[in-house]
């Protein structure tokens, strides 16, 4: 009896496995016809089967082998697809259907076809806009800085403040993987690249506020980019006059492995000599990417992410002449400079994500990243200058130029700054769907930071022949009665080397659900990170620091005729101090410095609606942020130089408002508003701007095309800002110096014609080879606007006052751009 049931149960095994062998497996990625993967499609078999695709568009269904078997995809936004499968057992095929957009439901496409982002406070952008808009600094964050709460006042910078932050404050993720930036940058002329490359991306999403316990631990805002995994072959490329790029994407037949790679390189030098100093500049820019996908399995799934760039900038200053002051009584600067400048950033980065799906309810995910950084800052620079009276008389063959000097002096800037960083993280995610409505997701991760820092700077300042002592300095000095015979001191002297070791261990567990509220649809979760580390180092002491971050959300979709939809969200938000905010503006690194403390609440609504029968979208968000143990710190163009003592408390709060819709039939554009207002209060003193209180801004990102030749396009990419705090001298106290810079204009045109257009048809050989293929030409800065980023300060012998010259930006340029895919 007992023999019966072993061979009744082998059997029984046998036939189980040979049925389950008779089966083909269908896999591939469902795209819409901008080549976007599509989510939650559902593909449901003729003989019952069926599945839906994951966020990005894949899919994978097994159906029985050698009978007729129809599979039907359909989604709430796009025209069904059907299609009949007749294959031998064990066949593995891949298929990737286009779905078009169902007209009758245009408006849902656009308004609702990011439903879980809006409910959590996410902006999705298009990568074809990306793509589409460039700009002096093309890339994501040249599309950024046209959203509400989001400031960039340098356009050949990729850093950007959100809500009153700095550039310390951003997180920036690829594919779940942080990526970090420069640590040595000064200026956006040396700046490079942006960390993501345009070509690879598919699919954008940023939050600039009241974001989830899933991101991390920064203060301001979070940037969530996702890389293509591609599902043929494909060749990318574009050239213009400030560099090029290509890009490669490739898929094996079983599709069991992708790839997507990109090379990049980059001359600014079109621009930076158009700048107000004249000189030699080399500025050199490139990197590699590449993102790989291998499926060893249904549930085992490894990608690779690696990155090498290099930055170099070679200036050798020659003379620079700056016009001020007013039409009755103009000023002007004007240097003439000696030595170079030699700057170069080596950057290798390298990341294994492992995807393993444990059943179609939980995934795990292991994550290992590695990011090495080196960076050098030379430069020798002796400025003399002239400040004085410009010639204002029309027909003068001395027309514009310095006639009476009213002050005289000199500037020796030196440094020799070396940082080496190499940072390696550990990572654990998973996430569980506890039922079709509820899911958890959970992460533990070990980093480890170790920065090795040489920094060594000295500025000796000359004004009509007398060396400016630093106000530190408070020997006294009775010349020309007195000899003077103390020894000379630089006006700044700055010596540093820091061996600093970081070990931080992070975790966080979220719980989210969607449910119902009597007839309205509501979602909310809430979660808690927790976030420790150790700072350890040569000649400091060792201290060690925890914070626990809990955060919530919780929207509304009122079942209203009017398609409205409201959130809410906040939490505790803390900042643990990276190197560079360890130390202070001396070199010198404190460990003791705690993690800046914010508490956010975000309110938010959403308003769907058509106008000219076509669909529009208004999102408006206020927000209000309390701070505490303020890091203060201050701005030089793009360096940031922290005080390293927590030593403030702090505020923000304002008003962002977005309309973006179709105002051109089948083109995307939006019309941006923020208001903002951010003070500090150091010490007790009171109440004064932070660097970053950029007041009001307006943003505009327009698209549009010949109505009667749609292959010849334009856009139209205008940003206003207020003039930001800041500019003052060095060694000044802020609370004496709170004047604001200029306002920051600028609009930059783009005109293109389509030669070859993805959605014609060809009779042409050589067309047809293309996918698409376009020329066109852009200005920068088309009304050719002096922005400032910051000032560079002049003393007059005869006031002994100090005057503020501005240090302007990009006049206006004109580039010509080829884009062609294949």
């Known amino acids: 009896m007992k023999n019966s049931k072993l061979f009744l149960t082998a059997a029984f095994f046998l036939l189980t496995l040979c049925a ?3 089966t083909v497996v269908i896999r591939g990625v469902i795209l819409d016809e901008n080549k976007n993967p599509i989510e939650d499609v559902n593909i449901k078999a003729s003989t019952g089967e069926g599945t839906m695709t994951n966020k990005n568009g894949f899919y994978e269904i097994r159906i029985p082998s050698d009978i007729d078997v129809t599979l039907m995809f359909t989604h709430l936004s796009h025209k069904q697809v059907q299609q009949t499968f007749n294959f031998e057992n064990g066949s593995e095929i891949e298929y990737n259907p286009v779905l078009k957009v169902n007209v009758e439901q245009i408006a849902e496409v656009v308004i609702n076809k990011n439903t879980s982002q809006s409910r959590t406070g996410v902006t999705t952008i298009s990568p074809k806009v990306i793509r589409t808009i ?14 509400p709460g989001v400031n960039i006042s340098n356009e050949l910078s990729t850093q950007y403040s959100v809500r009153g932050g700095n550039f310390d404050e951003n997180l920036v993720y690829v594919n779940e993987i942080e990526v970090y930036r420069p640590f040595l940058i000064r200026s956006g002329n040396q700046e490079g690249l942006s960390f993501v490359n345009t070509d690879m991306v598919s699919n954008v999403d940023f939050s600039a506020g009241g974001f989830q316990v899933r991101y991390g631990d920064k203060l301001s805002s979070v940037l969530d980019i996702t890389y293509k995994k591609p599902t043929k072959f494909g060749v990318s490329a574009d050239l213009s006059l400030l560099g090029g790029s290509v890009a490669v994407e490739t898929s094996s037949k079983n599709g069991k492995f992708s790839s997507i790679s990109g090379v990049r390189y980059r001359d600014n030098s079109l621009i930076l000599n158009n700048l107000e100093t004249n000189g030699n500049v080399e500025p050199v820019f490139a990197d590699v990417q590449t993102y790989l996908t291998y499926r060893f399995s249904d549930k085992l799934h490894v990608n690779f992410l690696g990155n090498i760039s290099l930055n170099q900038y070679n200036f050798t200053p020659e003379n620079r002449q700056t016009n001020f002051g007013t039409i009755d009584e103009p000023v ?7 030595g170079q400048e030699q700057t170069e950033y080596q950057t290798y980065f390298g990341a294994f994500k492992v995807n393993y799906f444990l059943d179609k309810n939980t995934t795990l995910k292991l994550i290992g990243s590695a990011y090495h950084a080196t960076e050098q800052e030379y430069f020798d620079i002796l400025a003399q200058y002239r400040l004085g009276e410009v010639n204002t008389n029309i027909g003068d063959e001395n ?61 000796v300042i000359d004004s009509a022949g007398f060396s400016i002592r630093p106000p530190s300095v408070t020997q006294p000095n009775f010349q020309p009665e007195v000899p003077f015979d103390g020894p000379l001191t630089a006006f700044q002297n700055i010596r540093a080397f820091n061996q600093i070791k970081i070990n931080r261990l992070q975790s966080f567990v979220q719980y989210k659900k969607n449910t119902k509220i009597g007839r309205h649809d509501a979602y909310y979760n809430i979660g808690l990170r927790a976030h420790s580390w150790t700072v350890s180092g040569e000649e400091i002491e060792s201290n060690s620091q925890t914070v626990f971050s809990p955060r919530a959300q919780f929207a509304i979709k009122p079942d209203w005729e009017s398609d409205m939809l409201f959130r809410v969200a906040g939490g505790l938000y803390y900042q643990p101090p990276f190197y560079r905010e360890l130390r202070d503006s001396s070199g010198i690194v404190r460990p003791n410095v705690k993690a800046q403390k914010s508490f956010h609440v975000v309110l938010g609504n959403e308003y769907s609606f058509k106008m000219w029968d076509r669909p529009f979208k208004l999102v408006t968000e206020a927000y209000y942020k309390g701070l505490s143990d303020v890091n203060t710190y201050t701005l030089e163009n793009v360096r940031i130089r922290y005080r390293a003592r927590n030593n403030a408390k702090a505020y923000a709060y304002g008003l962002d408002m977005r309309l973006n819709g179709e105002f051109v039939p089948g083109t995307e554009s939006w019309f941006s508003f923020g208001y903002l207002k951010t003070e500090e209060n150091i010490d007790n003193r009171g109440y004064i701007s932070r660097p970053t209180d950029q007041r009001l801004k307006f943003g505009v990102l327009f698209q549009d095309y010949v109505p009667n030749m749609p292959d010849l396009k334009m856009y139209l990419n205008l940003v206003y800002n207020t003039g930001l705090p800041g500019g003052s001298p060095s060694y000044a106290d802020p609370y004496d110096f709170q004047f604001r810079l200029r306002d920051y204009r600028r609009a930059d045109l783009g005109i293109s014609y389509d030669i070859v257009n993805s959605e014609k048809t060809y009779t042409s050989n050589w067309k047809k080879q293309f996918r698409s293929l376009s020329l066109g030409i852009e200005i920068y800065n088309m009304f050719n606007n002096q922005n400032a980023i910051t000032n560079t300060w002049v003393r007059d012998v005869n006031s002994q006052s100090q005057f503020a010259i501005p240090d302007f930006l990009t006049p206006r340029v004109f580039n010509l751009r080829l884009s062609a895919r294949l």
């Open 399 to 459: 027309l514009g130029e310095v006639e009476f000097s009213e002050g005289i002096g000199s500037q020796f800037t030196r440094a020799r700054n070396d940082l080496d960083a190499l940072i390696y993280n550990i990572e654990h995610r998973g996430d569980h769907d506890i039922d079709e409505n509820s899911n958890i997701e959970w992460s533990v991760k070990y980093t480890r930071e170790d920065i090795r820092d040489r920094l060594v700077e000295s500025e």
């Open 332 to 338: 002007a600067l004007l240097v003439f400079y000696e």
């Open 20 to 22: 389950f062998a008779q």
């Open 134 to 147: 460039k700009g002096a600094q093309p890339g994501v964050e040249n599309i950024l800085k046209t959203l």
